[in-house]
């Protein structure tokens, strides 16, 4: 069982940037990969990035891709999302999620557990 904890989330300017960590309780977290998704108002969630339980191996969304940057510190328990650039359509609540295994995974259903969320609204 893995529990998941996101913060970071808050208001800023388009342009600007934040940092989201997720923390996860467990001493199996190195043996997870992990990814972030985000849920607009009246969206469906969709995904934003993924990594490999080493941090070797990652993937982005398009609409991320050269603005974000997902990292894990397996010392700590913890991945992160920075976000840089953002823009108003990046206003989502952002969750990470995990799963036990290798390689990296961009699909809701292929995550085990999630947290609860943290709200990033950007304005311009």
């Known amino acids: 069982q893995v529990q998941l904890v996101e913060s970071g989330g808050g208001l800023v300017q388009a342009g600007g940037s934040l940092r989201l960590s997720c923390a996860a309780s467990?001493?199996?977290?190195?043996?997870?990969?992990m990814g972030w998704f985000r849920q607009a108002p009246g969206k469906e969630r969709e995904f934003v990035a993924a990594?490999?339980?080493?941090?070797?191996?990652?993937y982005y969304a398009d609409s991320v891709k050269g603005r974000f940057t997902i990292s894990r510190d397996n010392a700590k328990n913890t991945v992160y999302l920075q976000m840089n650039s953002l823009k108003p359509e990046d206003t989502a609540v952002y969750y990470c999620?995990?799963?036990?295994?290798?390689?990296?995974?961009?699909?809701?259903?292929?995550?085990?557990?999630w947290g609860q969320g943290t709200q990033v609204t950007v304005f311009s």
């Open positions: 999620a995990a799963r036990p295994g290798g390689g990296y995974y961009r699909e809701i259903d292929e995550y085990d557990y």
């Open positions: 467990g001493r199996t977290f190195r043996s997870y990969a």
């Open positions: 990594i490999s339980w080493s941090g070797g191996s990652t």
